[in-house]
């Protein structure tokens, strides 16, 4: 194993001299703003006024303590305006920046509601759907009434650019390779196990999802599309808080979620919990024709399959957490979750095997039961410390996370005469346990310097285990036999080291920098066990990389905004992508690891420019080396699915987003994206030169009423495109619902149907070798959901901090759990 010592004695020692430095206190303004019938108001709107002219300097947006600031204002004379959908506007007292006090914290600003008689009038703010900032999109959950009922994966795919396949892989502007955060701790798992994680969580746990296509270098380089923080929700005031909602949905089959939430703060101490409770039935069909041919493109053979899947998923998250303010300034904790989610599938696959003419030679079925448990904990632990008011603060994580997957499997496979006269049975019984152990360990430090600069550093090491187990056995008779064709044991080592240092400096008053360089030292090693028929087999690595990012930023006037960044990314290959054997998936379809698969390099440009905080536009180009992607080979009859190396995509987009108030009751948040990709390389000897254009569309419209009414209207497009080998059709979504606030508004009743025209349906074309495949994948996407949720409790003012930050990387959004 190596690490970066050099680079990391480096970092120390800059460190440790700036910190020795003298510093001028960088300018800031901060400040609350409450109502007279709640004691926080977020979402609402904070104007930095001249005091000479009331001209506008800065625009902001109370978060969730309703709380605001304003970083480096020019020293000079200014008020504060403060107003929000429903409250009259309010003026702070005028107040003076200067170099004796750049630091300044205006008294809690009160709003009152619009109104000549305040008791009989209750209004309660409503957030935006969507916030624009230079460097991320804020995505507010609770904005859409379409995400009653919904899961987190289902509230994702709303996002701004934000898509999910047929596979349910999440890609961002057309790219994969997404990193996904829970509360800014990396999720771990990827694919398929990453979609079944977030259906399991309610989209009325989370609070907001933060999307950023170039992340800085604080953040772990991997994930070429971008970085996804998932944000759950959290209390922060004082006193005993809560919440709690239920809902049931039904599609084909009946579905149910409940959650709830519980806190409690009060002076040094703050605990939070939060469980939810969902049942998922539903189903899915598959169907595939595939055309096999001769050397002369003729056919050889038909073959045409469809599977029915019936699957039942019960989903239990919890989390248990701890703040501890040991002081003022240092602040401890700690983060409990776990995850038991069991879940059953049974699939009735009948296949016709047909000659050129079509007509039947042979019928094949296979009937599966398959039963598994997933099961994860994690504990992390964290410290923040903050030096002084000028924003020196250090902060520390250590995760360790397990994940047990336990996998039980039955086929049933039967051949056919053409006149369903049995041929033969063979059964098959398959028990798949995987297990992956994380560590991790970060720390961060960030350091203000003089002339509105700051500095930040930190480095992370991280271990993974994971262990792949696959027993196979035949039926012979009376008596299970093992197959040792399909039986194998893998085992990976993983260690990755990093360290990173970033600069950010306000250059001018309209002129802003921040770079940074990340250092990453990759070290692994694999080992396939043999059995009396496969041999041992074993495979290691280590590798070095730099990643440099740029981001530069142009205020031109108060409305407009530009943005330019730069960054390189890595994607490795997920651990059970490298275990170089075969996984049954049915009696024509497997899937194969590849121990070859390097790492995927890309290189992103971004330019973004932002009118008004409405309208965001943005043009981007990125080149990816080395990519991987899922590839089709033939072996006789049969489908083998694996990862390769292929080449390298080029991705080529322009998108717009807007957000029109068309009314004071009504506004429409429209998103729209053309994206052109192009792939080119070699795959099993043959030249790959594809690429074609795709357009994405999303259109949202919210409908604010009198006496706490509201409605949604919302739907997206996706035009037909490329995936490697795939080529896609069209597909799209429509939903609507509607939203009343009951209880003094304390509660809302929310009633939503997704999918009313029954058009997410993925479909399209596969051809590779000798086969030529059409597929067509049906879902469970069409249901009607209705939720009541309550909020209960006394709050307290509080201006106390919450950091729920966790320090592991991208492995565990790599865990693959053989689905």
């Known amino acids: 194993m190596r690490t970066p010592t050099n680079l990391f004695i480096i970092i120390l020692l800059t460190v440790s001299f700036i910190s020795r430095a003298q510093t001028n206190t960088p300018a800031k303004l901060k400040g609350k703003v409450s109502a007279t019938n709640q004691s926080t108001l977020s979402a609402a709107t904070i104007t930095l006024l001249k005091a000479k002219d009331s001209s506008v300097v800065k625009m902001s947006v109370t978060d969730q303590e309703g709380q605001y600031s304003f970083d480096n204002p020019p020293k000079g004379k200014y008020l504060v305006a403060a107003s929000a959908v429903g409250y009259e506007k309010q003026y702070s007292a005028p107040f003076t920046i200067s170099a004796e006090t750049p630091v300044l914290e205006l008294t809690t600003i009160v709003l009152n509601p619009r109104s000549n008689d305040l008791k009989s009038v209750t209004i ?15 995505v507010n959950v609770d904005a859409f009434i379409s995400n009653t009922g919904a899961n987190a994966l289902e509230a994702l795919e709303k996002s701004p650019g934000v898509q999910v396949d047929k596979d349910g892989n999440i890609s961002l502007k ?26 399991g969580m309610q989209a009325s746990q989370l609070e907001q999802i933060e999307i950023m296509t170039n992340p800085p270098a604080r953040y772990d380089a991997s994930g070429n599309a971008g970085i996804i923080n998932i944000k759950t ?19 084909v089959y009946f579905k149910t979620n409940e959650s709830l939430s519980l806190n409690y703060r009060n002076g040094k101490v703050n605990l939070f919990s939060n469980y939810s409770f969902g049942q998922n039935n539903n189903f899915q069909q598959l169907e595939i024709f595939r055309r096999y041919k001769n050397d002369d493109e003729t056919t050889n053979a038909i073959f045409e399959q469809v599977a029915y899947m019936k699957r039942r998923n019960t989903s239990n998250n919890l989390k248990l957490g701890m703040d501890y303010s040991v002081t003022d300034k240092t602040t401890i904790g700690f983060v409990l979750s776990g995850v038991y989610n069991p879940e059953s599938s049974v699939n009735n696959n009948t296949s016709y095997l047909e000659n050129p003419d079509y007509r039947i030679d042979s019928i094949a079925t296979a009937s599966s039961s398959i039963h598994g448990i997933w099961k994860n904990a994690s504990v992390n632990l964290n410290m923040r410390h903050q030096f002084d008011t000028t924003g020196r603060e250090l902060t520390t994580d250590l995760d360790y996370i397990v994940y047990d997957n336990g996998n039980d499997q039955h086929f049933i496979n039967t051949t056919y005469e053409p006149n369903w006269l049995k041929r033969y049975e063979e059964q098959l019984l398959g028990v798949l346990p995987v297990t992956v152990n994380i560590y991790s360990a970060k720390m961060d430090y960030t350091h203000p310097l003089k002339n509105n600069a700051k500095i930040e550093a930190g480095w992370k090491t991280s271990f993974v285990e994971t262990v792949n187990k696959a027993n196979y056995s035949l039926l012979e008779g009376d008596e299970w036999v093992t197959d040792y064709g399909k039986t194998n044991y893998f085992d990976y080592n993983e260690n990755i080291n990093a360290a990173y240092v970033s600069f950010n400096k306000q250059l001018t008053k309209k002129w802003g920098l921040q770079s940074g360089l990340r250092y990453e030292n990759t070290n692994y ?15 290691q690595r280590s590798y070095n990389n730099l990643f440099p990012t740029v981001y530069l930023s142009y205020g031109a006037d108060k409305n407009n905004q530009f943005g330019l960044s730069f960054g390189r990314r890595i994607d490795r290959p997920g651990y059970a992508s490298l275990n170089p054997f075969m996984f049954f998936i049915d009696k024509y379809t497997y899937e194969a690891g590849n121990p070859y698969l390097k790492p995927q390099y890309s290189n992103n440009v971004e330019l973004t420019h932002i009118f008004k905080g409405k309208l965001t536009t943005t043009l981007n180009y990125s080149i990816t080396r080395n990519l991987f992607s899922e590839t089709f080979d033939q072996s006789g009859y049969a489908t083998i699915v694996k990862r ?6 080029e991705n080529y987009g322009v998108s717009v987003n807007a957000q029109i108030p068309v009314a004071k009751w009504f506004t429409s948040m429209i998103y729209t994206n053309y994206r052109y990709t192009r792939y080119s390389g070699k795959l099993y000897n043959e030249d790959l030169n594809v690429g074609a254009g795709t357009i994405y569309f999303n259109i949202n419209n919210q409908f604010n009423f009198n006496k706490g009414w509201g409605a949604e209207v919302s739907g997206w497009y996706l035009s037909k495109g490329v995936e490697g080998q795939i080529q896609l059709e069209a597909m799209g979504q429509l939903a609507a619902g509607i939203s009343k606030q009951v209880l003094k508004n304390q509660g809302s009743i929310k009633l939503n149907v997704r999918d009313i025209l029954y058009t997410q349906i993925p479909h399209g074309d596969i051809n590779f070798k000798e086969t030529e495949a059409r597929f067509r994948n049906t879902r469970d996407t069409r249901v009607v959901n209705v939720t009541f949720s309550y909020r209960f409790g006394k709050p307290i003012k509080s201006n106390n901090n919450q950091r729920k930050k966790g320090g592991a990387s991208d492995e565990q959004n790599r865990v693959n759990m053989g689905n």
Do not use: C, W
């Open 174 to 199: 057309g790219k994969q390779s997404v990193i996904v955060l829970i509360d800014g701790r990396p999720s771990y798992i990827s694919g398929a196990d990453l979609a079944n994680m977030l259906k």
């Open 124 to 138: 309660s703010a409503r957030k935006p759907m969507v916030e624009q900032k230079i460097d991320r999109t804020v």
């Open 644 to 649: 390769n190396n292929i080449g390298k995509r």
């Open 525 to 539: 090693k694999g080992h396939q066990y043999g059995n009396p028929v496969k041999g041992d087999s074993s495979f």
């Open 233 to 251: 929700k959290k209390n922060k005031t004082k006193g005993f808080n809560g919440n709690i909602s239920a809902g049931v949905g039904q599609g």
